[in-house]
């Protein structure tokens, strides 16, 4: 089990004018009237052998996650169908706790044999570890319907593959040759990732490209690995929390549907760092979700998931898996 701890004070967030000096105010309000108060503090800031100028710009850049976001039209057609599908189901109840297993094959993608990127059985063994206790509501949250089993580990040296960026055909060669299974089945891949952390598919993407299905993270974000702060497991836990049905806790911002799950608070932009008490949508209920697996704060800072989002996941899951 991990040890989580809970921010109460936020270091290296504090960032006064007297310390750098009058600036311009850089924050900037949306179409609601809302701020985003996280700025930027110009300590540079690197994961693996990439820098940015800090860790906003790291957030800014989409490296966090190159998970697609789907259009509004899109997300309204999903909507749709969860309506069409509940019908359906009528007044059946979410799945209990525990009750769907989920088979999971790892791909690790390396530069060569015992390369650092070959990353040893124990990560792999610790990384189903933290998916369990993250969705069994271990670490504080929410006890969803899923647990994980490792069915299998593939091995393969290739640095074409191992560089694989987002809808490459790289990933595409890669997830063509080592795919397993079929839409129930979880395929991880950890690799060099382009620069990213990781990236998923949606489950009702499967049926049109079921061989591009899974999770691709950064290898070095498995627990103990050298992705700080991003190196606990979580980078896994938020894929794979796409690739069951959920969106960004801070998806449409302060306006509109935001998630499309009821119990997170609306976010008007990424959280980083673990900000305590950050309000970015104050004309909306409730501090911004930092906890939240489907933010992007520090690994250590997030640790839940909410009854909603474990509806929604039961729902998709469910309805265009079949798990």
Known sequence: MRNRIHWLLVAGFMITSAAYGEKPDPRVLDDAGEIDELVGDGIPFTVEDLTWVDQRAFIDSGARCGSEEPDGRTRRWIQDEIRRFDQLRGNENERNPGSVTVQVWWHVIRTGVGAANDIPQSQINASIDVLNDSYDGTTGGTNTPFRFVLAGVTRTTNSSWYNMCPGSSAETQAK??????????????????????????????YSGAPLKDGVVILYSSVPGGTASPYNEGDTATHEVGHWLGLYHTFQGGCNGQGDYVSDTPA?????????????????QAGNDPIENFMDYTDDDCMY???????????????QYRGL
């Open 267 to 283: 976010e008007q932009s990424p959280a980083y760092g673990c900000p305590v008490g950050r309000n970015s949508c104050r004309r």
């Open 304 to 318: 839940k998931f909410t009854p909603g989002q474990s509806t929604r996941m039961d729902t998709l899951s469910l």
């Open 176 to 205: 063509n040759a080592l795919h397993q299974g079929n839409a129930t089945t979880l395929n991880i891949y950890s690799a060099g990732a382009c620069g990213y952390l990781g990236w998923a598919t949606f489950p009702w993407s």
